[in-house]
């Protein structure tokens, strides 16, 4: 029964507050893109509905059109609508992937803070890279661009304005896609100190991709792309085998996306140099005609191949930087242990030497368990009276002839050394020696100790008098 006037905690968060929002984008999202959806069904709705869910643009003539021949597209305001939607799109796969495979996974390997949240960003990432590089190549081999190279500057700009279903339908994902890491940022809670590397990242995707989708350069960005997510998936691979604790796959796996890294990044600075400097040059028509989606005169060219070549550097820059970091921080680690174990040796050392000295005579040199405090006590003694003969110090004459009296006191037993109860009486025993000297093995018997002590005073007054 519940006590009255006591609140329960109330876990769920306020309504439209931001952590309801964050607990719930996926579901906010979705409902929106269900709108319309939903709008296709009606049809008052469905011409407006289908502006954000259909490729626009369509530059074939249906009366034309052949059989066998495929639709072709160009690029116009209206993509616009369909990056938005495909964007709602990305944000609800994104949350998908997250719950139903990232966070199984993240919670069997029991990852902290931070490999929590690159793991997270990896396996999007791979995710990702791996459907657009399969595409990017299905694309490819279907609009022949693998066999023949010519085929990225050839035909400018009849061909390569008007796009296939598929190739534009790559664009217009890959701009939702990279557009939607933005209010990602918000939905994950990103830390300032890692939002700009986000940023930065995104950004770079979505100004390229968008660049060479409005100057119709979409062949020669379609090669560059497939052969960066390849490259991409291959890095998201090894990280994740890393966070996973699998070193060695992980090394291996580094190992390869290294040489994998440095082709293509040289395939792409061949391919951009053979594009724009040698292919579209050779064009007879080099005049900007934005009607026609002519974009090839010398100074947008200059500028695009500069843009490639500066980015694929910047890259080339970032990873040779990486790497000698690396160098730096193992041979900092190397330099560490390798100290570490000569102050191991020295201590090490330190301590034979002084139980060598301690148990000097002992078999191998070594003491028994039961002994080391006795042993460290007699090193303690022979620093203490170092110099002096046998390793005794006699520091004054007073002391002297205190231990004289002790022996002389307690000669006969252990060690001559007394008992602490037994100090009075060998002190009494000293001065009865000395009264009953001469006396058979120096002891008096009871009867004769006062005799004794009349003889000591009579020699005292003896000497006196004479």
Not at 332 to 354: F, I, P
Request: positive net charge; proline residues 3%; hydrophobic residues 40%.
């Amino acid at each position: 029964m519940a006590l009255k006037g006591v609140r329960r905690a109330n876990k769920n968060p306020a309504i439209l507050s931001h952590e309801f929002v964050i607990q719930n984008h996926a579901d906010i999202v979705s409902c929106v893109a269900m709108v319309f959806v939903l709008g296709l069904m009606f049809q008052a709705t469905a011409p407006l509905a289908s502006v954000f869910i259909a490729v626009q643009h369509n530059a074939t003539d249906p009366e034309t059109l052949a059989p066998d021949s495929p639709m072709r597209y160009t690029y116009g305001s209206r993509d616009n609508a369909a990056v938005f939607f495909y964007c709602l799109i990305a944000i609800v796969m994104h949350a998908i992937i997250q719950e139903y495979i990232l966070d199984k996974v993240n919670r069997k390997l029991h990852l902290s803070k931070i490999k929590h949240s690159k793991f997270n960003e990896s396996g999007q990432l791979l995710i990702f890279t791996a459907v657009s590089a399969a595409w990017g190549l299905n694309i490819m081999v279907k609009e022949q661009l693998v066999g023949e190279v010519s085929s990225l500057w050839e035909g400018y700009p009849e061909t390569h304005a008007h796009m296939s279903f598929m190739l534009k339908f790559f664009f217009l994902v890959q701009m939702s896609y990279w557009l939607h890491c933005y209010p990602e940022l918000y939905f994950q809670k990103t830390k300032r100190e890692e939002m700009s590397a986000k940023i930065q990242h995104a950004s770079l995707y979505l100004i390229f991709c968008a660049a060479a989708y409005v100057l119709n350069f979409t062949h020669v960005a379609l090669v560059l792309l497939t052969l960066r997510f390849v490259e991409e998936g291959i890095h998201h691979v090894c990280r994740l085998l890393y966070f996973a604790e699998r070193a060695q796959a992980a090394q291996t796996g580094f190992r390869v996306w290294n040489v994998v890294f440095v082709c293509c990044r040289l395939v792409s600075i061949i391919v951009a140099i053979l594009t724009f400097h040698y292919g579209l040059a050779s064009n007879a028509d080099q005049t900007l005609n934005t009607a026609e989606g002519n974009f090839n005169t010398p100074f947008i060219r200059l500028n695009a191949l500069v843009a490639v070549c500066l980015v694929q550097a910047w890259m080339m820059w970032n990873f040779i930087h990486f790497h000698l970091r690396q160098m730096r921080e193992r041979q900092v680690e190397q330099m560490a242990l390798k100290k570490k174990m000569a102050e191991k040796k020295n201590r090490k050392g330190r301590r034979d030497d002084l139980y060598h000295v301690a148990f000097k005579g002992s078999p191998r040199g070594r003491p028994s368990k039961g002994h080391q405090e006795e042993g460290l006590q007699r090193v303690t003694k022979r620093k203490a009276f170092k110099g002096s003969p046998r390793g005794r110090l006699q520091r004054s004459q007073e002391e002297g002839l205190q231990r004289v009296t002790k022996r002389k006191a307690f000669k006969g037993s252990p060690r001559g050394r007394p008992s602490k109860g037994h100090q009075e009486e060998g002190l009494q025993r000293v001065t009865k020696r000395k009264a009953f000297k001469g006396s058979p093995r120096a002891r008096a018997s009871k009867g004769h100790q006062e005799q004794g002590l009349q003889r000591v005073t009579k020699s005292k007054g003896y000497a006196t008098k004479y």
